[in-house]
């Protein structure tokens, strides 16, 4: 399919309950790979679906366009001083809405201003309804480091968080640092967590930290994602797996995502680790992992 902006055309369909996700992690753990993925997905079961990338590099919908970019909201505002949302939507695969927040000139401003802008603008011209969509999935970032970054799940925006995180430190702890903020806001009625979506985690010892963390911190796995060349090779040709490789076994796990995400109904306040308790749960890994990798032991479940 030949991608191009959408005609915004209005339908009279009846009203549906509408799903807002947001999708957090790490810089560069797969948030937008993974996020496409289950867009594609989901619009393959027959949902309309919006992707919101609320990145400044407005990277997040690429692979839905044959590896075209579209203009941002904040570009178009910039440009003509006021902006028709649907001048910013532009269709991707299977008819998917694409949006793309954008941010800042690089070095002025404030990035995560440019996600309250977007997501406003949307909102105040009714588009989510408009549109009749089942689901907006939010495309967000790594750490909540600014109060731009927490919109979708500080205004009751997005009723369902998922962080992707791999089983390596960091994204570990920058997923442990978005349960914060999720513990923080959840009593002013913000959105709470569905789960993790564990990227590229394929060996035993990768697993057992993850299965470990969730256990750790009262939260769940929605979904192994293994690191697979069919996402390297999609994603070189401008695509999702699930549209360039529909049969592959990585598809299969995008699609049974997707499934997960259909069914999810309850999300819960996550119990983040404190600073202490998170270096003393790593130190045990630090000390167990090779033990696991062996063999030796089937898990080194922490007690801390
Ligand atoms: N399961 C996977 N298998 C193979 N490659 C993957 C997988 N998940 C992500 N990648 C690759 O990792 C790279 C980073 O992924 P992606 O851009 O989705 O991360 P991100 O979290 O959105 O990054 P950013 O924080 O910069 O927006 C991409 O080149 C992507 O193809
Ligand atoms: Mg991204």
Not at 3 to 26: C, E, R, V
Not at 269 to 274: A, E, F, K, N, S
């Amino acid at each position: 399919m030949a991608p191009k902006k959408t005609t915004g055309k209005t339908n009279s369909k009846p009203k549906k309950k509408l799903k807002q996700i947001a999708i957090y992690g790490k810089g560069g753990i797969g948030k937008s790979t993974t996020t496409s993925n289950l867009s594609a997905a989901l619009s393959d079961l027959g949902y309309k679906v919006m992707q919101f990338g609320c990145d400044p590099k407005a990277d997040s919908t690429n692979t839905l366009r044959d590896g075209s970019y579209i203009p941002t909201i904040l570009d178009l505002l910039r440009e003509k001083g006021r902006v028709e949302a649907k001048d910013a939507i532009y269709e991707g695969y299977n008819g998917i809405y694409c949006v793309e927040a954008g941010g800042p000139s690089p070095g002025v401003g404030c990035a995560g201003r440019g996600i309250i802008t977007a997501v406003q603008l949307l909102k105040q011209q009714n588009i989510y309804e408009e549109l009749n969509l089942d689901y907006v999935i939010y495309d967000v970032l790594g750490d909540v480091v600014c109060g731009g970054f927490a919109v979708p799940i500080r205004e009751g925006i997005a009723q369902h968080v998922f962080t992707v995180s791999s089983s390596d430190f960091m994204a570990i702890y920058a997923a442990n640092n978005l349960f914060r903020g999720i513990q923080k806001y959840s009593n002013a009625g913000g959105a709470l967590l569905g789960g993790v979506i564990a990227n590229s985690v394929s060996s035993g010892y990768q697993k057992s930290i993850i299965d470990d963390f969730v256990l750790q911190t009262n939260t769940q796995v929605l979904q192994y994602v293994p690191r697979s060349i069919t996402v390297t090779q999609s994603e070189l040709g401008g695509k999702t797996t699930i549209e360039a490789a529909p049969d592959s076994e990585q598809a299969k796990i995008y699609r049974e995502l997707a499934k997960r995400v259909e069914a999810h109904e309850v999300s819960t306040t996550p119990v983040p680790l404190d600073p202490l308790q998170l270096r003393a749960w790593a130190n045990k890994w630090s000390d167990q992992i090779l033990a696991v990798e062996r063999g030796d032991v089937r898990s080194a479940g922490a007690q801390i």
